[in-house]
């Protein structure tokens, strides 16, 4: 076996979280604040004075404390300002992953030997430091981050129906791959409530996440006041939870500067290589939602650069914001029902600080990988956009095939080879059609607000149509009332409003 340059192997070392829990909310820290607290963690976990010798950070993108200089204030605040500084793009999930893998490749490059990455979210400190605001400013308007973001990037033919944020768009993947599967409501909800029941157990044993209770899948599936549906077929449980103040960092080195360190060899753990690709930004331009051919593509890659199969995995982490994201993870690496999903508990339980969650699922991996055997494997999946973006990484406890070599993660163009055409998207359309895919966001009350279907022409072109709040008959049928709804013919009638009309 050839000898490993070891000053080109790249290792973590240390990795550091936080729950910020004040007292008062209000002096809860900020977002650099999280980062600065989880970056001297991971320095204490080390075990050595690392942080003085850092040549390279990179911060995931923050959104509640807005600060586009974040990354440089917090390179302020460490011992040493390191020679690079980089941000991501936007905090979107799937940033961590591509801050690891950089880092590593840099390492493999032989132009850095110490790394940090970070991100740290603090919703409930800026929404409590808001709500003081408007309370000495009584007129004030009330800021939802959330829905400015989503607000932000909205897509301009989209927004009138209600396609916005996150939790309306995913479940259009989530009915399209229901039907696609051949699976009955209960069925599917049945796999939801076991994925989302075992990340809670994984919450509750992990004294990093933020909700600590195991939760039944039944008490996850079953619409509660306390757990009101948010968008059909999801209940609260089912999706990410953003309330919280977390911060996360790990600590990247050489293999030889480890060494140096006097870092013990079952502190290290090795990073492998990784793999990304991205779908188009308008999901309505997509081929369909019944997968994703980005995420295949940077799970499948990811095990072949590392030289590994789906079996010799021993743990996973499959991005969890929605459902219908690790259901189509665990089919492309056929991971069992009753295994665990997670390491850290899921964006739900373990918290879903925006960007940053799997900076905290990569600190929960290393943990399960130094308590394990020697040979220990596990894979991090990260989704980030709109079922738009793709990087996966594998940590292992042993160095795995060309641990020493730059490996080009970048596989936007083997996705797209795969890609078959999109359907046309068209504006206006009267006539018989089929439906794709759906999304039904309820109120408070629990009762839907109003539905947005996703239809193809009898040519196959796409288009968008509505079902008003006060069709309770379309409503209780795209609920499952008569079975699946997906396939189901209909009609689109004359524009209401600047909107078409779906009926039946």
Known sequence: ???????????????????????????????????????QIAEKDSGTDVLSKLDWLGVEDQMTFPNPAHHLDLAKQ??????????????????????????????AAGRISVAATTGGEAFRTASKRAQEERDKNPGAAKADLMAEASAAIALPHAKPYGLISPSEIYPLYEQATRAAWGQTLEKAQAETGAIWAGNSRVAAANPHAWLRKETSAQEIIEPTADNRMINYPYTKLMVANPSINQGAAVIVTSLAMAKKLGVAEDRIVYVGHGAKAYEIDDYLRRE????????AMSINKTLEFNGVTAKDLDHVELYSCFPCVP??????????????????GGLTFGGAPVGNCMTHAACAMVDKLRADHRDAKGLIFANGGFASHSHTILL????????????????????????????????????????????????RKGAPAYAAVVARTPKGDRF?????????????????????????????????????????
């Open 1 to 39: 076996m050839t000898k490993l340059a070891e000053d080109r192997v790249p290792v973590i070392i240390g990795v550091g979280q936080i729950n910020d829990r004040p007292d008062n909310l209000a002096d809860g820290l900020d977002s650099i604040g999280l980062m600065l607290a989880a970056l």
């Open 78 to 107: 460490l011992p040493r300002i390191p020679r690079e500084v980089v941000r991501t793009y936007d905090p979107s999930g799937d940033g961590p992953m591509g801050l690891l893998n950089e880092a590593a490749n840099l390492i």
């Open 288 to 295: 369909n939602f019944t997968e994703s051919k980005s995420m």
């Open 327 to 344: 259901k189509m993870a665990r089919r492309i690496l056929d991971w069992p029902l009753d295994k665990p999903h997670s390491v850290y």
């Open 396 to 443: 292992s406890r042993q160095p795995g095939k060309d641990a020493d070599k730059v490996v080009d993660y970048d596989c936007q163009a083997l996705a797209d080879a795969t890609r078959g055409p999109a359907p046309e998207l068209i504006e206006r359309y009267e006539g018989p059609a089929m439906i794709e895919s759906f999304c039904m966001p309820y109120g």
């Open 464 to 504: 968008l149509a509505h079902v008003p709040g006060d069709d309770e008959a379309m409503l209780k049928f795209l609920a499952g009332s008569e079975g699946e709804p997906v396939g189901t013919s209909g009609m689109a009638v004359r524009m209401e409003d600047g909107r078409q009309r779906w009926t039946r």
